[in-house]
Each structure stands twice: as C-alpha cells, then as structure tokens.
C-alpha cells in the first residue's frame, strides 16, 4: 500500500498542512507474527514556529492535561517537536507528541560538557480514545559512544531483535566512513518497555542494504512472505532502526523511512 493512503499519514499531514514540517517518516515495526506499517512521524524546528503556531498545535492535538503540563514546562528548553502517530487497531490509534533537545546536546558536546547519558526527547503518546491513559517515554542519548561502544552494548542483549540491530549497525560502519551514530535508550515508567534507537541516516543505506538481517528478524517472527515487504521498502532510504522489548513484553525490531 502506497503510504499517502495510510490513515497516520492522512492524519499528519492535515495536522501540519499550513506548517513548514522538517520531514516526515514512515515506520515499521515487526513483532511476533504481526507488521504494522501504519505509524508516521513528522517534525518541526521550534525556531521556525511562533508561539502563536506551537499553541495552535497543542490545540488541535488535543493533549491531555497532564501532558499539557509537560509540553508547557519543557517546550522552551526543546529544539524540534515531532507529532506521531500509530495504529493500535482498526479504529484506535496512538497520539504522540515529542519534544527534541538536540542543540542542548550539541551546545554540551562542542563545549566537553555531556555526561554519559542526556535527554535527548522526550515522549507524551494517549490513546485516540482515552486522553487520560498517559504514557511518557524518555530518550536518553549517548554523546560518547564511538560504533565499537554502541556494538559492545548492543552484544550484551541475545534477543534475536538485538542481534538484528547489530547487524544492521555493522552493515553501516562498513558503507559510513562515520565511527560514531546517534544512539538512543528509551524507557517508561509503569511498564517493561526497554529499547535502543540508532540513527542511521549518515550511513546512506536502503533498506535493500539489510535485507538479509531483515528477513531473517521476519522469518524468526514468523511473518508469512517476508520478501515481499523487503521488495516493497527495497529501495527507500533507511533513516534509523529501533529495537527491544516493547511496552507489551513484546520483542520487537522497527525501522523507519523518510518519505518526504
């Protein structure tokens, strides 16, 4: 299916039509015996957002009071805001709205100041159908790590969704002339959720440069004729990889594209 006839899709772009977003992705996440290709993610620079604009979206979301809260305390302090959305089943979907603190980041990096860890984004996500069920997800970066330190930790985990990402993480390092990517750990409270992120965008891959780790992750979970949803992403650039354990307890592999 193309994906401008993805409902995430058509929700985004209606929600930042009139905005001049930075990019939009699509992402894919595998479980066991279940592929959901309708979650798309968007972003906007908060520089190029009047305070008028940034309200006028907070609006139109919709957030729900606790996570007004948040966006209002940390809105300030963030670089870019990314707007989400994922299917949860045929009429439900998850709202997301993420606030970046990229710059802080770089401002600590290009003056020696990171600590090990530093909050990258920070995550509010509400189900469409109950905007008191909150969950907040946080990012938190490692500004240090070269690829070697990203493979040893990833090397510690022996689920076959770890073993995907470090793979694919090899792959990169072999086509980038770049020795260190973007690498996220991501957390809630309340739940067993535990993944990485790995921004992969300086590599230049396509998706048919993991093909191989990629269909083996989709035969483990046992995903009926994984080749054709390789053919289908084939040749679309591949912006970052996700990996872990979900909010469910479910061993999941994700990655993302950009396709606009």
Known sequence: MNY????????????????????????????????????????????????????????????????????EHYYSQASSLLFGYESISEDRYLKKVYLE??????????????????????????????????????????????????DRILSKNESEAYKTARAVLNIAATKSQDRSFVFLEAAEKDNCRSSIDLNLYKAKLQISDIAFPLKKYLSACKISDPESIINYFNEYPLGHISAGIDRYGRDFFSFYIEIM
């Open 4 to 71: 401008k006839n993805y409902s995430g899709f058509t929700y985004l772009y209606k929600l930042l039509s009139g905005f001049c977003f930075d990019a939009m992705e699509q992402s894919v996440k595998i479980t066991d015996g279940y592929v959901n290709c309708n979650r798309f993610l968007a972003g906007i620079e908060t520089s190029k957002l009047c305070q008028e604009e940034a309200l006028s979206l907070k609006e139109t979301m919709a957030l729900p009071d606790q996570a007004r809260s948040i966006f």
């Open 101 to 150: 603190f990229w710059e802080s980041i770089a401002d600590k990096a290009l003056n020696q100041q990171c600590g090990e860890t530093e909050l990258m984004h920070l995550g509010l996500k509400w189900p469409s159908d109950n905007h008191k069920q909150l969950i907040t997800t946080e990012y938190h970066c490692r500004p240090l790590l070269d690829i070697r330190g990203i």
